[in-house]
């Protein structure tokens, strides 16, 4: 019986180690490369919208390679006065409007300290993790909306988009290398499973 369970429990610790060995990969698209922004002044007396996308390919992203399994987006935002009412925007993500009427702020006057972040995961939006992955582009537009007093605007500062997912498994019986480490955790296996069996015979 001890042996068994021996056996059991040696046979789990491979499967778990074997599994680890699927390690993810994280991808980074930061708006503008250098991150220092700005991207776009936002005015509804002037530019109102601005459009663009995130690039995941520039981070080493391969499409029908890699499969991106979830998405973290943040926008910064700085007010181009230090003390002004704090304005609205919506931000779409491959054209689904993701933040409606989200209040900013921030200022630049203290960048980046005090810019204003708008923050979230996308990795429940199955339509946003199929677009990703089909080429590994993912647009976006943030709108500033109608002020009380008609003069709301603000400095779109910086777009950052981080994707974590990892090989997609091969299906042509050429499986994916792994360096090894499969062959050498068996090997661990087999000789624990024999120093067992030795010490309880």
């Known amino acids: 019986m001890r042996i068994k369970q021996s056996l059991w429990t040696a046979a789990a ?3 778990l180690l074997s599994g680890a ?3 993810l990969i994280t991808w980074v698209d930061r708006n503008p490369d250098s991150g220092n922004g700005p991207l776009q002044f936002l005015s509804e007396t002037g530019t109102e919208s ?3 996308f995130f ?3 520039t981070a080493g992203f391969v499409p029908g390679t890699h499969s991106a399994t979830s998405i ?11 003390f002004d009412d704090a304005e609205t925007v919506d931000i779409a993500l491959g054209g689904l409007v993701i933040w409606d009427d989200e209040e ?17 995961s996308l990795t429940g939006k199955l339509t946003l993790l199929g677009d990703l992955n089909a080429d590994g582009k ?3 537009t943030v709108t500033i909306q109608d002020g009380a007093r008609n003069r709301a605007d603000t400095w779109l500062k910086i777009a950052e988009l981080t994707a974590t997912g990892s090989l997609i ?8 290398p792994d360096g090894g480490a499969t062959l050498g955790l068996f090997g661990l296996g087999l000789f624990g499973l024999g120093a067992i069996r030795r010490k309880l015979s």
């Open 13 to 15: 610790v491979f499967v």
């Open 21 to 23: 060995n699927a390690s």
């Open 50 to 52: 601005y459009s663009s």
């Open 55 to 57: 690039d995941i390919t």
């Open 72 to 82: 973290d987006v943040k926008f910064a935002f700085a007010d181009d006065q230090l």
């Open 104 to 120: 900013v702020d921030g200022s630049f006057l203290f960048a980046p300290r005090f810019y204003d972040w708008v923050s979230g």
């Open 138 to 140: 993912l647009a976006y």
């Open 169 to 176: 498994p091969s299906t042509n019986g050429n499986p994916v």
